[in-house]
């Protein structure tokens, strides 16, 4: 019954802006740990940046410093906002929930949204 519906995603250029929205249904966001993960074309599923009891608690080191993940618990909703964007961000971006601790492990969420597509043009 849990369902994670992700929004935002777009097409932009380089050192454009987008903001991604995760809202859940059947799951609370600020319960444990909810994640962002990318995959673009014949490459790995990776992970973006995670959010635990509603804190940040991690990104990865290529989006440090221009991606951001927080929430909006009156929305049941988490976000993914998206700066100084690179061509190498283009993938489909998938939301995660249900990690009882921090990671960026894809294995140990139980709960994926069906993604969102992000191109960026160079």
């Known amino acids: 019954q849990v369902h994670l519906v992700e929004s935002g995603g777009g097409s932009v250029q380089t050192g454009g802006t987008l903001r991604l929205s995760c809202a859940a249904s059947?799951?609370?966001?600020?319960?444990?740990?909810m994640a962002w993960f990318r995959q673009a074309p014949g490459k790995e599923r990776e992970g973006v940046a995670v959010?635990?009891?509603?804190?940040?608690?991690g990104s990865h080191d290529s989006v440090k410093g221009r991606f951001t993940i927080s929430q909006d618990n009156a929305k049941n909703t988490v976000y993914l906002q998206m700066n100084s964007l690179k061509p190498e961000d283009t993938a489909i971006y998938y939301c995660a929930a249900g990690s009882p601790f921090a990671t960026l492990l894809a294995t140990r969420y139980e709960y994926w949204g069906q993604g969102t597509q992000v191109t960026v043009s160079s």
């Open positions: 059947g799951y609370t966001v600020s319960s444990n740990c």
């Open positions: 959010s635990c009891n509603g804190l940040s608690a």
